[in-house]
C-alpha cells in the first residue's frame, strides 16, 4: 500500500505545483497587471522554486497564457453569448472585448498574448484554436446563414484580426463600430 502511494506521490505534486504556479499567476496579474508580474514573485506565491516554474514556461507570458488557455483568466470574456441572436452575441462579444482591452487587465492580457505567441508557436496555436472554439464558430456560423469550411475560418479570423489591430493601436472602438464591424465580416444584416 505504502509502495502505490510513494509511486503517485511524484506525479501529483508535480501537478499540484503546476496548477498552484498558474493560481499564484493568475492572482498577481489580477492584483498587479502584466508588467509587475514577475517569475520571482509567482515562485513565491505559489511556494515553489523559479526553476519549477522555468522547467514548463519560457516566460511569464506562456505563464499567463496557459493560465488563460486553462479558464483562469478572462474565462467568461472567451465565447460569445447565445441568446439566439447570432449577430447581436457576435456584435456584444466583440463589445466586451474591447471593453477589456481598454482596461489595465485588459492591456496586460494582450500583451501575455502577443509575447506568449511570438516566443512559441506551438502556444501561439493553442491560443488561436482556444479562441476559435465551438462557441464562436457556431455563432459566427449562424450569423453567416450556416458556412462551413475555410469561408467560415477566414471570417473569424478578421473578427479577431480587427480586435487585436485595434487593440495594438489603442484605438475606441464604439457599439456602431462592433456592429459595422460583424456586417462587414458576415455580410448585411437582412432588412428588418
Known sequence: M???????????????????ILEAAAALFAEH?????????????????????????????????????EGRLLDRQRQP????????????????????RASTAGEGLLRSFVAAAAESAEIGQRLRAEILAAPLMERLAQAMGGVTG???????????????????????FTDDDTRTLVDTVVGAAPPR
Open 2 to 20: 505504502s509502495v502505490m502511494a510513494l509511486a503517485r506521490s511524484g506525479p501529483v505534486r508535480s501537478e499540484a505545483a503546476r496548477l498552484a
Open 150 to 172: 475555410p469561408r467560415l475560418e477566414a471570417a473569424a479570423d478578421a473578427l479577431l484580426g480587427a480586435v487585436i489591430l485595434r487593440a495594438l493601436s489603442r484605438e475606441h
Open 81 to 100: 453569448p447565445d441568446t439566439g441572436d447570432a449577430r447581436a452575441d457576435l456584435a456584444s462579444w466583440l463589445a466586451e472585448l474591447f471593453a477589456l
Open 33 to 69: 497587471g502584466y508588467d509587475h508580474l514577475t517569475i520571482e514573485g509567482i515562485a513565491r506565491r505559489a511556494g515553489v522554486g523559479k526553476q519549477t516554474i522555468y522547467r514548463w514556461w519560457s516566460s511569464k507570458g506562456d505563464v499567463i497564457a496557459e493560465a488563460i488557455l
